[in-house]
């Protein structure tokens, strides 16, 4: 019963480097998304999936990139990591953006410093 | 698009009082308000969600209001308990397409003994 599942829980880049962050769901889901989440700002949505095969842009795509690998599988990758991308990282899922609404599940995160 | 507001930001009670957090959303097209508890060193976990044809949802000691035509919903947490202390975030969504979960930037509980 592992519902959504990101590695790495932790890391630490140097500026310039690239990393990707991979998130799976046991459940499923439909929809899976990319969130990042900052002192007073909340979850910002960075990209999601609305289904396997298809990939869009959310709040605050610039830096980032995303793989729908299949219907279990969305990772994050970061091109040219800058300290302004130091942040928790958070995956989540849902049965489906297009059936009626349904709450999220969230993994655990992964807290990533750029120094 | 949706723009969600939460107040307070942060909120201190006593062990065994009301909690009450407050949400506006902008969107009148938005039709489903859950809200979340994040644990310290967690991920964000449903905790309750009302849909915009009901006005009121209860689960033992925590209940949500729903106003859609002030556009706003809150979440009651009564006799409030130690383990209650966490960030709570409410979010808003229209559903179809484009109804991704748009989040207010969450509410710190504390709760003291």
């Known amino acids: 019963n592992a519902g959504v599942t990101q590695t790495p829980k932790f890391q630490v880049l140097k500026t310039g480097q690239s990393m990707t962050l991979q998130c799976a769901q046991d459940?499923?889901?439909?929809?899976m998304y990319w969130y990042r989440q900052d002192p007073g700002m909340g979850l910002r949505l960075i990209y999601y999936s609305a289904s396997e095969g298809t990939t869009d842009k959310g709040e605050v795509p610039n830096g980032y990139n995303v793989s729908r690998l299949n219907k279990r599988e969305f990772s994050l990758r970061l091109e040219s990591a800058a300290p302004s991308q130091t942040s928790v990282y958070f995956c989540?899922?849902?049965?489906?953006?297009?059936?009626?609404?349904?709450?999220?599940?969230f993994g655990s995160g992964t807290r990533l410093t750029v120094v | 698009g949706e723009n969600v507001e939460q107040h307070p930001s942060t909120l201190s009670v006593q062990e065994g009082d009301s909690a009450v957090i407050k949400c506006t959303y902008s969107?009148?097209?938005?039709?489903?308000f859950p809200w979340y508890k994040q644990e310290l060193g967690k991920g964000p976990q449903l905790i309750i969600d009302i849909r915009s044809n009901v006005g009121e949802k209860k689960d033992q000691r925590i209940a949500v209001t729903l106003n859609k035509t002030a556009k706003h919903f809150s979440l009651h947490i009564t006799e409030t308990q130690p383990e209650d202390s966490a960030v709570y975030f409410c979010?808003?969504?229209?559903?179809?397409?484009?109804?991704?979960?748009?989040f207010g930037k969450g509410t710190k509980l504390s709760v003291k003994p």
């Open positions: 969107d009148s097209a938005s039709n489903y």
């Open positions: 979010a808003a969504s229209k559903g179809g397409s484009q109804g991704n979960l748009i």
């Open positions: 459940m499923n889901h439909n929809s």
């Open positions: 989540a899922s849902s049965p489906g953006a297009l059936r009626a609404n349904y709450g999220y599940t």
